[in-house]
């Protein structure tokens, strides 16, 4: 019974020891806070000047567009705080060949390689995106019942694992491209259009930000399970790609370990 168990007793140490690794530094707290805040305040100001020329954008109203920011300020936070520097971490591992450490102990590697590392601070952005995101769930017209609310935290999740591969499967470019580094900066130039939901783009971007970039699973689809747009038939198609998405990835991670060679070698 304790096995099943053991990745999330060895996530859980990680983020203790990075925890109190930056707690050492209480100041960036408020330094990520006020950042957080100016962003927000940047995007509501965009908001309402979008709004104050239209009543809707693409069949989306502006209470539900707030939602769709909430969403995206809360994934925008898991990424920085858990995927990213762990991304960022295996990327200096392969090039540098350090990545031994991680393939040398008794447990996964890619567990080792996804869990690592956590930046605490930023984690602020996921409770400021809750916030803005109770705000509209508040103010939207849809009626956020049991369902909805579980049809949201179900889209939310598959959006993080999604996002996770997606940014797993770039980072395994590093077995074969010594310098990935662009990666970082090119996910979130892109991540941006997620402050809108991806239906207001043309079909071939929509498509793009839906099977290519995940944008649509990380943000658009829970924001619809919090304006009841979310259907079932949607979400198990999400459930459906997520489980390819991570079998893919596995073996993708798997071939490029093969092509790994580090320091030990």
């Known amino acids: 019974m304790r096995e099943p168990l053991r990745p999330l007793r060895l996530a859980w140490t990680f983020f203790r020891i ?24 940047t995007a509501l100001a965009v908001l309402a000047l979008v709004f104050s020329h239209t009543a809707q954008l693409g069949g989306w109203s502006r209470d539900e567009l707030l939602a769709v920011l909430g969403v995206h300020i809360l994934m925008g936070g898991v990424i920085r705080a858990v995927i990213q520097p762990n991304m960022q971490r295996l990327i200096d591992d392969v090039r540098q060949g350090t990545l031994d450490y ?3 102990k008794p447990a996964d590697a890619q567990l080792l390689a996804s869990t690592r590392e956590f930046r605490i601070w930023q984690g602020v952005d996921v409770l400021v995106g809750a916030v803005v995101l109770a705000v509209a769930a508040v103010r939207v017209e849809a009626a956020v019942g049991i369902w909805s609310a579980l049809g949201f935290a179900v889209a939310l999740l598959l ?3 999604l996002v996770y591969c997606f940014w797993l499967a770039l980072t395994i470019g590093a077995f074969w491209i010594v310098r990935m580094e662009f990666i970082v900066e090119l996910f979130d130039g892109v991540y941006q259009a997620g402050r809108w939901p991806v239906t207001i783009y043309p079909g071939w971007l929509r498509i793009g930000f839906t099977f290519l970039v995940p944008i649509a699973f990380a943000v ?7 304006t009841g747009r979310l259907d079932g ?16 990835t596995r073996w993708l991670w798997r071939t490029g370990l093969r ?6 070698a």
């Open 159 to 161: 959006g993080a694992i």
């Open 259 to 264: 092509r790994y060679a580090g320091a030990s």
């Open 102 to 104: 991680a393939l040398t």
């Open 220 to 226: 658009t689809l829970p924001a619809e399970g919090v």
């Open 18 to 41: 990075s925890a109190l690794n930056e707690l050492q530094y209480r100041v960036n707290f408020f330094l990520q806070l006020v950042q957080s805040l100016v962003a927000v305040a």
């Open 233 to 248: 038939a949607t979400l198990a198609g999400a459930a459906a790609f997520t489980a390819a998405l991570l079998a893919f």
